[in-house]
């Protein structure tokens, strides 16, 4: 979805987009939707810039961290973003310092703000950094690939090389 800054009221826009499924191109980014997004929002001109706020709904599907098994995770997140006009020019050159307040910031081309490209944006940003089925998911062996949550294996655990002169002490001590 487009929204067009050319006629855009003084008082703002309020929008409401409910996406079906295959309207968002997932190609790019780790999870699956379950249940499409549904974006609410306004956009109010700040100057040049332009600021967006709503909420973002959604169902995403990814793979436990551990076991790979299929995890819904229902997401609801805010976002508040200011977009500021494409500099043509190009005028900023060589390495500039980002501050907080520049971590919200987007830029928008031809008065356009892509809205598709922004819930793809911050869903991404909403996932947790560590996905589990459940707490006490026991993952997949690296030895054989048994599911250890569903059964147990004979295998056993390799010891990192770096503490392999820990584990021949041990032996040592356990022989005597």
Same mark, same amino acid.
């Given at each position: 979805?487009?929204?067009?800054?050319?006629?855009? +009221?003084? $008082?703002?826009?309020?929008?409401?987009?409910?996406?079906?499924? %295959?309207?968002?191109?997932?190609?790019?980014?780790?999870?699956?939707?379950?249940? +499409?997004?549904?974006? #609410?929002? #306004?956009?109010?001109?700040?100057?040049?810039?332009? /600021?967006? #706020?709503?909420?973002?709904?959604?169902? @995403?599907? /990814?793979?436990?961290?551990?076991?790979?098994?299929?995890?819904?995770? =229902?997401?609801?997140?805010?976002?508040?973003?200011?977009?500021?006009?494409?500099?043509? %020019?190009?005028?900023?050159?060589?390495?500039?310092?980002?501050?907080?307040?520049?971590?919200?910031?987007?830029?928008?081309?031809?008065?356009?703000?892509?809205? $598709?490209?922004?819930?793809?944006?911050?869903?991404?940003? %909403?996932? +947790?950094?560590? @996905?589990?089925?459940?707490?006490?998911?026991? %993952?997949?062996? =690296?030895?054989?690939?048994?599911?250890?949550?569903?059964?147990?294996? !004979?295998?056993? !655990?390799?010891?990192? +090389? /770096?503490?392999?002169?820990?584990?021949?002490?041990?032996?040592?001590?356990?022989?005597?």
């Amino acid at each position: 979805m487009i929204i067009s800054l050319v006629r855009l +009221p003084a $008082d703002g826009l309020k929008f409401e987009h409910r996406y079906v499924a %295959g309207e968002l191109d997932l190609r790019d980014y780790d999870f699956e939707l379950e249940r +499409p997004p549904v974006v #609410r929002g #306004r956009v109010d001109r700040v100057g040049a810039e332009m /600021r967006l #706020r709503g909420t973002i709904e959604a169902a @995403l599907k /990814r793979p436990c961290d551990r076991c790979l098994k299929e995890v819904a995770l =229902p997401v609801e997140l805010p976002f508040d973003l200011l977009y500021t006009p494409e500099d043509p %020019g190009g005028s900023r050159t060589g390495e500039i310092e980002l501050h907080e307040r520049d971590l919200d910031f987007a830029v928008y081309q031809n008065d356009e703000i892509d809205l $598709d490209e922004m819930v793809l944006e911050q869903l991404e940003l %909403g996932l +947790p950094t560590r @996905l589990l089925c459940r707490e006490d998911c026991q %993952g997949l062996c =690296p030895e054989c690939g048994v599911d250890r949550n569903l059964e147990s294996c !004979a295998c056993a !655990a390799p010891t990192d +090389p /770096r503490w392999q002169a820990l584990a021949d002490l041990k032996k040592k001590f356990e022989n005597k």
